[in-house]
């Protein structure tokens, strides 16, 4: 599997963004699909998710200015974030998580190589 995402750059506070993340090659079963974000100097974490439920889930922290959908029949999601913030500055990651059923259950964990958003003030 290849994540490619795209639709980061710098942009001004108060405005907002859209990321995709396209999928490709071989799916097994979804466990996890959506994002992470790493600031400069901390972790990577996540910030919004489709679990195998397709229902969306956000990280505590943001919340409120971040949409998560997706379009199944392109094998893509995006991350609308309303309102940029400066802490919103990081390397946005997208993340699939799959489990083989034919490999014994395998889980497969795929990351994106990352798209930056830098907010300035």
């Known amino acids: 599997v290849q994540l490619q995402a795209s639709g980061g750059g710098t942009v001004q506070a108060g405005t907002s963004i859209r990321l995709s993340c396209v999928a490709s090659?071989?799916?097994?079963?979804?466990?996890?699909m959506g994002w992470f974000r790493q600031a400069p100097g901390d972790k990577r974490r996540m910030v919004a998710g489709f679990t195998s439920t397709g229902v969306p889930n956000y990280a505590e922290r943001p919340k409120g200015r971040f949409t998560l959908s997706g379009d199944s029949a392109k094998n893509t999601i995006y991350l609308q974030i309303d309102d940029l913030k400066p802490e919103d500055t990081a390397v946005y990651y997208c993340?699939?998580?799959?489990?083989?059923?034919?490999?014994?259950?395998?889980?497969?964990?795929?990351w994106g190589q990352g798209t930056e958003v830098t907010v300035s003030s």
């Open positions: 993340n699939l998580r799959q489990r083989d059923d034919d490999s014994g259950g395998r889980i497969d964990n795929f």
């Open positions: 090659g071989n799916f097994f079963t979804m466990e996890f």
